[in-house]
């Protein structure tokens, strides 16, 4: 069984709602993800939050905000969303563990938000 | 961007048979993971390579890493219908590279 969170599991929204996903872990892990994927492709990174402090950012439009209110604790928060935003939300937690210039910690991913804009 | 770069797309084989996929990539690395997400779900870390290590071992998984080739390969042995699923290689590397997955392979064990 995963030990991240995520929910709702499934969001339907209109472009023009405010929605929130959120994401839970209780590992004690101080990175966590979001990440987006398209059927049959794989997961693109979005944002990467490092102890707290947004890290990553990778020119995700402003329409998706991330925030990270404690350190067991992920949302991203949505609005006037387009239809081709639907798509698959991973959150992930991991360790920080720097090696290098990079965080080389595994990835634990939560089973994911299935959303539909319509 | 993408890092990695699965080959082959889709690979159907027999349960019993061994499955064999490779991840080829572009830039320095400082470690090479491998992931397994079945369908519509959450993706599951299978093992970890890291740059200084040639192979590892883990149940019926083996994974070698060529750095000199910029390679890696995912070896599944007396592959079941459970291994059925997407596998992607994500690279961990220079700052800014935090796990960027290759397009993945979609593997199917027929019974």
């Known amino acids: 069984d995963t030990e991240v969170t995520q929910t709702p599991k499934h969001l339907v929204m209109g472009m023009t709602n405010k929605k929130s996903l959120k994401c839970e872990q209780h590992m004690g892990h101080r990175a966590m993800y979001w990440y987006k994927q398209k059927a049959k492709k794989p997961p693109e990174l979005m944002f990467v939050?490092?102890?707290?402090?947004?890290?990553i950012n990778e020119s995700v439009p402003s329409r998706f905000s991330p925030e990270c209110p404690n350190s067991s604790l992920l949302n991203l928060h949505l609005h006037a969303l387009q239809p081709e935003d639907s798509a698959l939300y991973l959150c992930?937690?991991?360790?920080?563990?720097?090696?290098?210039?990079?965080?080389?910690?595994?990835?634990?991913f939560g089973e994911g938000s299935r959303l539909t804009v319509l | 961007s993408q890092q990695g770069e699965e080959d082959p797309q889709a690979l159907s084989i027999q349960e019993g048979e061994n499955a064999t996929m490779n991840c080829s990539y572009k830039?320095?690395?400082?470690?090479l993971q491998w992931y397994r997400q079945n369908s519509g779900r959450g993706l599951v870390h299978l093992i970890l390579?890291?740059?200084?290590?040639r192979e590892k071992h883990s149940g019926r998984l083996r994974v070698t890493l060529d750095t000199s080739k910029k390679s890696s390969s995912l070896l599944i042995t007396a592959s079941r219908a459970a291994d059925t699923a997407s596998y992607f290689c994500?690279?961990?590397?220079?700052?800014?590279?935090?796990?960027?997955f290759g397009p993945g392979t979609r593997l199917s064990v027929l019974p």
């Open positions: 939050y490092s102890y707290e402090k947004l890290s």
């Open positions: 830039t320095s690395i400082n470690n």
């Open positions: 992930a937690s991991s360790q920080v563990e720097w090696t290098g210039q990079a965080n080389t910690g595994e990835l634990f």
């Open positions: 390579i890291r740059s200084n290590e």
């Open positions: 994500a690279t961990g590397g220079n700052y800014g590279q935090n796990f960027v």
